[in-house]
């Protein structure tokens, strides 16, 4: 038997904003000291973007319990014909997030939106369940277990179309009849709660929170994740989600903004930390290469905290000797750490890896 889930209009009469108004107000003002952060960076969005974006991956990984690491990803970029999963997934999730934005910024939130954002985050991903369906809505009931207890049954297969309709027109309803982040909690939780797909409902509910909050614009562009705050607790995550399902949603909502909160304050720790970090390692390789390189130099360890010298060689135009050469010098500081492998040796920036993880 399948619970009744109650449409978007009726989910919101289930809301009182008393009961969250002081978690809502903080969370808009670390939201916003973020995205000053942002504006007042020295260093370029793709400096960092690219490690919020990582550092995201890897826990909304770790919440369906796939437990990828950081250097995962780096390693993969550096020796692609080792093909793993991890990186396939890597690389998916951040297409998924670029191209949904982009088509939600000019199409609005459609079903073919939410079915291509799904297709992209599991193309080519070979350990997927056998026989499920990618790319479109579910062909086959399912349910949600916690321990192997089922404890909630998503609307049918025949009713999943209607549901995620409904879904659409409350995305796309620009009535100011609730602020951008409650109603973001609120997507979320109902999409969850539609578990229109198969397989990966939970990756695809955690990405269209950042694309989301942009799309509504709260955020400039789609920077702020919080599923490194939701790791943090995961199971709280589950029981706030499943309340929503009894009639307690202000719990969720609450909980919800907490996250947000805690998630921002951690975001903009990162990018005060990066922005020091950058400054000092400019500084130090000023120093030690009195070069017209030093620029690009940082920028490249920045980008690539692991690197070889092949990488090095290719992304400043020089030598493998010169490339050996610079990344010697930096070892020699103790700005990089090598592996001590005789063959493919690695360069680490520890220094950033621990920033970023």
């Known amino acids: 038997m399948n619970d009744v889930l109650p449409f978007c209009n009726e989910q919101l009469k289930k809301i009182s904003s008393e009961e969250f108004l002081p978690e809502l107000l903080e969370t808009v003002r670390y939201i916003s000291i973020f995205e000053t952060k942002i504006e007042d960076s020295r260093l370029e969005k793709c400096v960092y973007l690219p490690k919020m974006e990582i550092s995201e991956i890897v826990s909304s990984l770790r919440i369906e319990g796939t437990h990828t690491k950081i250097e995962d990803y780096y390693q993969g970029e550096l020796f692609p014909e080792e093909k793993s999963v991890e990186l396939t997934e890597f690389k998916n999730y951040t297409s998924a997030l670029k191209k949904g934005t982009r088509l939600v910024k000019y199409e609005g939130f459609t079903n073919e939106v939410i079915k291509d954002i799904h297709k992209m985050m599991f193309s080519n991903v070979k350990n997927i369940k056998a026989g499920i369906t990618i790319g479109d809505y579910k062909k086959v ?17 025949e009713e999943t179309q209607e549901y995620m309709n409904d879904l659409m027109n409350f995305i796309n309803d620009d009535s100011p009849i609730i602020h951008p982040l409650v109603k973001c909690a609120v997507i ?26 942009c799309y509504a614009g709260l955020i400039g562009a789609p920077l702020f994740y ?12 589950y029981n706030s989600l499943t309340e929503t399902r ?11 903004l907490q996250k947000c909160t ?7 720790k990162f990018i005060q930390n990066i922005d020091e ?9 000023e120093q030690i290469t009195n070069s017209v390189l030093t620029p690009k130099l940082v920028r490249v360890i920045f980008e690539n905290p692991i690197i070889t010298s092949k990488k090095m060689a290719e992304s400043l135009n020089l030598s493998i000797t010169q490339a050996n050469r610079y ?3 930096l070892e020699e500081e103790k700005i990089l750490y090598t592996n001590e492998r005789k063959r493919n040796i690695s360069y680490y920036f520890t220094e950033l890896l621990s920033l970023i993880c």
């Open 327 to 329: 990344l010697r010098a």
């Open 188 to 213: 979320h939780a109902q999409f969850e709660s539609i578990h229109p797909f198969e397989d990966g409902n939970g990756r695809i509910g955690r990405i269209l929170i950042p694309i989301y909050l």
């Open 226 to 237: 919080i599923s490194e705050a939701i790791d943090d607790d995961k199971y709280l995550y």
């Open 246 to 256: 009894t009639g307690n949603y202000n719990l969720w909502i609450k909980y919800f």
């Open 141 to 157: 009931n399912n349910y949600i277990a916690r321990d192997n207890i089922r404890v909630y049954s998503p609307p049918k297969v």
């Open 277 to 285: 970090l950058y400054k000092k390692i400019t500084q130090q390789v």
């Open 262 to 268: 805690i998630q921002a304050k951690k975001h903009i």
